[in-house]
């Protein structure tokens, strides 16, 4: 028998080795990934905008310039670009410490939530996730969402196992630095608090009680100075179709089969062949929930559901998009680890089902097609180079300025206000702004004492090419034509003269970078891609 056990426990020693060298090469992965590319994608609109509020002289004016943006996050990336400058690398940096920091704690609370197979699986999906990886490394609060969600997890699954007061003041205080972080914090609380009341015996509940009314405080003085001035009648409009359908059965359940379509497509569309993501995704999902419920632990059920279940409340009141259209799903992120861990734990537990039956060898040629169906390579490209928002507006704010003359005129789209205030390094008044993505008859007249002799049309984040030229030419009229364009990757710089005018030089044209494909969706909804930047 110490045979035995000696010659287990030294067999044990090298597989421990190898595990632990897979889980520093996973999260060396992450840092590569979420490091690589972070200061050479240029600001796209909503991340400028958060720029701008991050270089306001004060922390007031940052917070009223960061509109949606979660106060504490405002704050965050303010007092970092007054201590570090206001570069692309250094106002990512709290997106990519929370990213690596959810990824770190992933770890800890899968080993209590699932095998241990299935949480090393769960973390390579969480680790590689392209959307993941992406708001890791994007200007906006959403790799919060994912931070939050797992500390406080982590936290009551400490809590749960040693309730002590130093874990129940831990857990407490998380709470509302986690609102002040994460919108989608509001519908994690009441989960932990449901979690720890069923799970915890009764002399503990008085606690949980206290700590549900504390929370409660805090929600509501975060509503009072806060979130109810980020309720947008125009951003409520644009989210209409992201809310339930009550008109009859048939329609609800129409709404929500797509709702759940948008939803997996949205988090697992990069890992799988177009076409195959949603499907893969759905099915090992299923059986992870399957598998969960019978042998548990179920509480994973309810950490992924229950705030899933109070957003599509919400959302029926018409106060937050549930798995929206057009990448709205991003403000779901904070179920996206509980739900990678929840796939991982099924398809390890359909490998292993299909092992042990009679015909083994299903579990193979499952594992098979599985593999032959990934996109490892479309993973690592989107990753190191993401496609998504990319609009590099910086040099051809620098070739603008560059060069105006003495006499020209500046019209800045609707969509590109807020990065073209960031880049651009010139005077900017005099400038036209764009009042939306729809404007016509800009009455600029093209004759005159008063005219501009050339004019210089600012755009990002529009449908293709073709569709701002339209848009230019609805809007200048019959006088102007289009002597020059100067393309960017979704961003464009075009330069009208008035009819009739003849340059003696024209512009030397940038060379033009690949073209990511179009950021709006078709449709005609290119102009509601972006609604919430308020007019300047």
């Avoid at 197979?117 to 708001?135: C, D, E, H």
């Avoid at 169906?373 to 040099?395: D, G, S």
């Avoid at 300025?401 to 006499?407: A, C, E, I, V, Y």
């Avoid at 060379?511 to 950021?519: A, D, F, K, T």
Wanted: charged fraction near 15%; proline fraction near 8%.
């Amino acid at each position: 028998m110490q045979e035995l056990t000696g010659n287990s426990q030294g067999a044990a020693t090298p597989r421990l080795s190898l595990e632990t060298l897979g889980l520093l090469c996973l999260w060396g992965l992450a840092v590569l990934f979420r490091l690589w590319d972070i200061s050479a994608r240029n600001l796209w609109t909503d991340e400028a905008w958060v720029a701008l509020a991050a270089l306001a002289p004060t922390p007031g004016a940052a917070l009223t310039l960061g509109h949606s943006t979660p106060p504490f996050y405002v704050l965050a990336i303010w007092g970092l670009s007054h201590s570090f400058g206001g570069s692309e690398a250094g106002l990512r940096s709290l997106s990519f410490a929370l990213g690596m920091g959810s990824l770190i704690l992933f770890w800890f609370v899968a080993r209590r939530l699932a095998g241990r197979a299935a949480a090393i699986l769960g973390l390579a999906l969480v680790a590689v996730s392209p959307v993941l990886v992406y708001f890791s490394k994007e200007l906006k609060q959403y790799s919060g969402d994912a931070f939050f969600v797992v500390l406080l997890v982590w936290l009551a699954e400490r809590l749960r196992e040693h309730p002590d007061s130093y874990a129940w003041l831990a857990l407490a205080l998380t709470g509302p630095l986690a609102l002040g972080f994460s919108h989608g914090a509001v519908f994690v609380l009441p989960v932990i608090l449901l979690v720890l009341w069923l799970e915890t015996g009764r002399p503990q509940r008085f606690r949980v009680a206290c700590l549900g009314a504390f929370w409660a405080l805090a929600v509501a003085a975060f509503y009072l100075f806060f979130f109810r001035r980020q309720v947008d009648p125009i951003l409520l409009d644009y989210w209409s179709g992201d809310f339930p359908d009550f008109s009859g059965v048939l329609p609800f359940l129409l709404w929500f089969g797509g709702a759940l379509g948008r939803y997996f497509h949205y988090f697992f569309n990069y890992f799988f062949w177009p076409g195959w993501g949603w499907l893969w995704g759905v099915a090992i999902t299923a059986i992870g929930i399957l598998a969960l419920s019978r042998r548990g632990p179920r509480r994973l059920l309810v950490y992924w559901g229950g705030p899933l279940l109070l957003a599509m409340v919400a959302a029926a009141f018409h106060r937050y998009p549930f798995m929206g259209h057009y990448n709205g799903s991003r403000l779901l992120l904070f179920s996206a680890p509980w739900l990678y861990l929840i796939a991982a734990t099924g398809m390890t537990a359909g490998l292993v089902w299909l092992w042990r039956r009679p015909y083994r060898w299903l579990a193979p040629v499952l594992a098979c097609l599985i593999l032959i169906t990934t996109q490892p390579l479309a993973v690592v490209r989107e990753n190191l180079h993401p496609q998504a928002n990319r609009q590099e507006l910086k040099p051809l704010a620098a070739y603008l300025q560059s060069h105006l003359r003495p006499g020209d005129r500046i019209y800045v789209y609707f969509h590109a206000i807020f990065p073209f205030k960031y880049y651009f390094r010139g005077n900017l008044d005099g400038v036209l702004w764009g009042k939306d993505c729809e404007e016509t008859d800009l009455n600029l007249s093209a004759s005159g004492p008063d005219s501009p002799r050339r004019l210089w049309l600012v755009a990002a984040h529009f449908m293709d090419l073709n569709s701002i030229r339209l848009f230019a030419a609805r809007l200048l009229g019959p006088q102007w034509r289009e002597e020059a364009i100067i393309p960017g990757q979704n961003a464009a710089l075009l330069l009208y003269v008035p009819q009739g005018q003849t340059m003696t030089t024209s512009p030397n044209a940038l060379p033009e970078p690949p073209q990511s494909g179009p950021l709006a969706p078709p449709g005609g909804k290119a102009c509601r891609e972006n609604p919430w930047p308020p007019r300047p």
